[in-house]
């Protein structure tokens, strides 16, 4: 299969010749024909499958076409929305690369920065608006964002916007919206509330799922080092003085550990940088930016703020916290092992965390490979937690380790006269 089957047209072909991509990912394979029908979607695909170009092409070629020979009134004929400023950008970027050779314009919009530089090209005129849902409704209420010509409605990454708290801001725009348009929805995993979502907005969907929900992509090699929390630090050093590692994004859980962590690696002589939403939307472009060009070895991130990032040949993804829900770990690691490239994973695990690492196995379908040839192994892994981590506050410090030790060896002891 190649994207001259697909029936896309010749200036969208010669685009993609010049982006290096000559066969479409399963997702684009399937979600191309059916939206060049007109018809809704419903795509359930994992991150890094090739979605945004599943529905950028048949945008360009369906709004070209109308431009051809439906000519309509001018305004945003396509809006996308989308959970986090990276991946608009992001998605900004793909419908630039894609659309060189048509006469289509299009508009980026988020928060965080001025609004100037925006308003002034949605005054010039765009027909394809990507924008995250805070700024559209704030530009909306401005009556910048004017939405009664629109044509299309694309819904990108649905679980995540739940998971920020935007489902209701989605529900306002939606409202706004004409009810005869074709609607796109893609999530990566399809929780209920989601799942209602898509059937209230969605008319007679085809559905598209390419992977199992919340798979990781097989290209991926996983492995998991067991190690203690105040050795996580080192052991991130260690790893790092393999130099074949090109590249490496590192998860935290916050903020304020990736600042720890990235500063704690420049400090060993490691350029890193840090990148999150208390970040300006500048330094995070610059962050980025240097990653991609490779000025910067270490980009740490939360998990919003990586949402979005696509950087070609990214080696190795570093979850040096694990995270506390297992979704997150597929998304996380997606991030390398992109549209059939091979990627490495590694998890650091602490006592703490056994229990996070149990549930993203279960998840996944998988045991995850442990390292154990590493200079900061954690002694006694698998032992009970101590009994400041029960819930039965009843006993005394260590005592419920001690005793499921002793269960475990099915001795107690020795006996005293009377009893044990």
């Known amino acids: 299969m190649t994207f001259e089957n697909l029936n896309l047209i010749e200036p969208l072909l010669r685009a993609l010749k010049t982006e290096g991509y000559s066969k479409p990912t399963p997702i684009q394979e399937q979600a191309i024909p059916v939206l060049l029908q007109r018809k809704d979607l419903l795509g359930c695909a994992q991150t890094g499958t090739g979605k945004t170009a599943a529905f950028a092409l048949p945008i360009l070629q369906l709004l070209h076409q109308d431009e051809l020979y439906v000519k309509g009134p001018v305004g945003i004929k396509t809006l996308i929305l989308t959970p986090t400023r ?134 991926i090699k996983q492995s998991v080092y067991f190690v203690e929390k105040n050795n996580k630090r080192k052991l991130l050093n260690f790893l790092l003085q393999d130099h074949s590692i090109a590249t490496a994004l590192v998860f935290t859980r916050t903020k304020h550990g990736a600042d720890r962590v990235a500063k704690q690696l420049n400090e060993a002589g490691v350029r890193a940088e840090a990148i999150h939403g208390n970040k300006s939307q500048g330094a995070r472009q610059r962050a980025l930016t240097n990653f991609k060009a490779r000025k910067t070895r270490v980009l740490v991130a939360t998990d919003i703020a990586a949402r979005g990032i696509d950087v070609e040949e990214l080696t190795h993804v570093i979850n040096y916290e694990l995270p506390n829900v297992p979704e997150t770990y597929v998304h996380r690691i997606g991030r390398t092992g992109r549209a059939g490239a091979s990627g490495i994973s590694v ?74």
């Open 86 to 219: 990276e991946l608009a950008i992001q998605i900004g970027d793909s419908f630039a690369a894609y659309g060189k050779h048509l006469r289509l314009s299009h508009a980026v919009i988020f928060g965080g920065v001025p609004q100037r530089a925006q308003t002034d090209a949605l005054r010039a005129g765009v027909d394809i608006l990507i924008a995250t849902p805070g700024r559209l409704l704030d530009l909306m209420d401005q009556r910048f964002v004017k939405l009664q010509n629109l044509k299309m409605l694309v819904l990108d990454e649905a679980d995540r916007m739940l998971d920020m708290g935007f489902i209701h801001d989605v529900k306002k725009v939606i409202a706004r919206v004409p009810a005869k348009r074709q609607t796109i929805f893609f999530s990566a995993t399809m929780p209920p509330e989601i799942a209602l979502l898509a059937n209230t907005i969605l008319s007679n969907p085809v559905k598209v799922e390419v992977t199992p929900v919340s798979s990781t992509a097989n290209t």
């Open 347 to 420: 998890s650091f695990c602490d006592e703490e965390e056994k229990e996070y690492l149990d549930d993203i196995q279960k998840l996944i379908g998988k045991k995850i490979p442990v390292v154990e040839d590493q200079p900061y192994a954690m002694v006694h892994v698998g032992m009970p937690k101590p009994a400041a981590a029960n819930r039965n506050a009843s006993q005394r410090p260590g005592q419920a380790a001690n005793n499921a030790a002793a269960r475990k060896k099915k001795w107690y002891g020795p006996r005293r006269p009377g009893g044990r």
